[in-house]
Each structure stands twice: as structure tokens, then as C-alpha cells.
């Protein structure tokens, strides 16, 4: 057990050193994989360039307007911005971060996408999300479970978050059969 | 991890309604377009990885849920 808490403490800190550490995004590139024209038109370039997702939850997810939605391991906040066009006004969008310098860089691309009135970023970790209880219609996230050492405590605390009848829709990768110890032992794969 | 890990993991966390979709090769180009692979690790799986499976080393899913009323 012990063994098992310092591995998962060292998963955390190499995935959030390495995040830490990065100069920007995955770019353009990636982003026209995920997104169309019309919904990178509703992010601001910064968002844009900020992108790290494996996929595009919000085309998915039937966000509607006054609905309020977390965005678990939010970035640049390229989700959060449009998940915050899609619930409007008179809805909510939180975008959690485990970065307080990537959750001013959220604020700065809402300002400019002009959603700042109804999208805030708090910093925190999906293992510990720093909502009430049943305060969410709907978790997105991109990317971000398969970072975590405890996936089932994260996944925990989405089911906490979330009101009852509430949905998760998440982008992540999954990986058939084993990957070859070298890759799979790597203390920098963790971090992709 | 696997699909059905996923999944089982969500309904382990309550959920119902579980539905995976959306599913996309993701290889090793397109992880190195990302500035979390470093160049190392990207080379490590060019090296280890067999070429046949380079271009589908994980898949890119959508996944769904509800928490019951």
C-alpha cells in the first residue's frame, strides 16, 4: 500500500511538473483535428494555440442554455470558452485547473471571447474538485483522466459534482493491449 | 488504459447510461505534436513500438454518462 501511495505521488508530480514546463499548446495543427471552423471562429487565438485535448467533448455533450458545467482539467480554456457560448448568460462555466498560471490564462481568453461574466477558473485537482456537492448539470473534460494516478477517486468526485441526472462527457485515449515496457515505464509517458 | 476499464471504472463511480463512441487512431505523429511527449519518449516508442502500429498506438474516444436521479 505504502509502495502504491509513493507511485501514485510520483505519477502526480512528474504529469504536473511536465505541465508545469510547457511553452504553449499543441497549436493549430492539432486543434483543426478536433474542432471546425465555426467553433475555432468562437475562441480567441490563445485558446486556440493553448489546446492539448485528444477530442471535442462539447460537440457531444447537448450543452443547453442556463445549464451550469465544469470543465475538469480546463488548459487555456478553449472547452470552457465554448462550453460557455453554449450555456449562455444565464448559465455557468467553471473551468478547474491544477495550474493557477493556466487558470489566468483561461480568464484571459474568456475576457476576450466575452464570456468572462458567466466563466470563471478556479485552481484545484480532479481528486479534490473544489465545487459543491451537486452544483454541475455537466462535467466535460479532454484529455485529462488518463494524467491522473487515481482515476477512480477522480471519477468520484465528478459523480459528487454533479446533480442527480447530470452527465460527464470526457475526450480520453484508450489503449488496447500492453505498450511495451520501455514506453510503459517511462516516468515522461506518464505525462502524455 | 482499456475501453472497458473505463467504463467499468464510471459505473464502479455510480454512473449509468455508460457510452463510448467517436473512436480515432491516435499514433505516434500525432503524439508528437504534443509538447507533453518529449522528443525522447516520442523516439522511445518510434523505437520500441512495431512500425505496423505506430500510426494506432491508442484510440481517441468519446465517452458518456449520467448520474442516476
Redesign the interface.
Known amino acids: 500500500m505504502a509502495r502504491d501511495l509513493m507511485f501514485q505521488q510520483e505519477i502526480k508530480e512528474t504529469v504536473q511538473r511536465?505541465?508545469a514546463a510547457?511553452?504553449?499548446?499543441?497549436?493549430e495543427?492539432?486543434a483543426r483535428?478536433h474542432y471546425n471552423d465555426h467553433e475555432l471562429a468562437e475562441v480567441p487565438p490563445g485558446a486556440v494555440q493553448w489546446a492539448?485535448g485528444?477530442?471535442n467533448?462539447v460537440r457531444?455533450a447537448r450543452l443547453e442554455s442556463g445549464q451550469a458545467v465544469v470543465d475538469v482539467g480546463s488548459g487555456g480554456g478553449i472547452d470552457t470558452i465554448l462550453a460557455a457560448r453554449r450555456v449562455g448568460p444565464e448559465g455557468r462555466a467553471v473551468g478547474l485547473d491544477v495550474l493557477e498560471e493556466m487558470c489566468e490564462r483561461g480568464r484571459r481568453h474568456a475576457a476576450q471571447a466575452g464570456v468572462e461574466g458567466w466563466t470563471e477558473f478556479r485552481q484545484g485537482e480532479m481528486e479534490g474538485i473544489p465545487l459543491p456537492d451537486e452544483s454541475v448539470d455537466m462535467a466535460i473534460s479532454n484529455g485529462v483522466l488518463?494524467l491522473s494516478a487515481r482515476?477512480?477517486r477522480a471519477?468520484?468526485e465528478?459523480?459528487r459534482v454533479?446533480?442527480?441526472?447530470?452527465?460527464?462527457?470526457?475526450?480520453?485515449?484508450?489503449?488496447?493491449g500492453e505498450?511495451?515496457p520501455?514506453?510503459a515505464n517511462?516516468h515522461?509517458?506518464w505525462?502524455? | 488504459m482499456a475501453e472497458r476499464v473505463f467504463a467499468g471504472k464510471l459505473q464502479r463511480a455510480g454512473f449509468t447510461d455508460v457510452w463510448v463512441g467517436g473512436h480515432r487512431p491516435f499514433g505516434i505523429d500525432q503524439a508528437a505534436l504534443y509538447p507533453l511527449f518529449t522528443p525522447e519518449v516520442i523516439q522511445l516508442m518510434r523505437d520500441t513500438i512495431p512500425a505496423d502500429h505506430q500510426d494506432h498506438v491508442a484510440t481517441g474516444v468519446i465517452v458518456k454518462a449520467r448520474r442516476p436521479r
Open positions: 511536465a505541465y510547457i511553452a504553449t499548446g499543441a497549436g495543427t492539432v483535428r492539448l485528444v477530442g467533448p457531444y488518463n482515476k477512480s471519477l468520484a465528478i459523480f454533479l446533480r442527480p441526472g447530470g452527465r460527464i462527457c470526457m475526450a480520453d485515449l484508450t489503449v488496447e505498450l511495451p520501455e514506453v517511462d515522461s509517458a505525462a502524455g
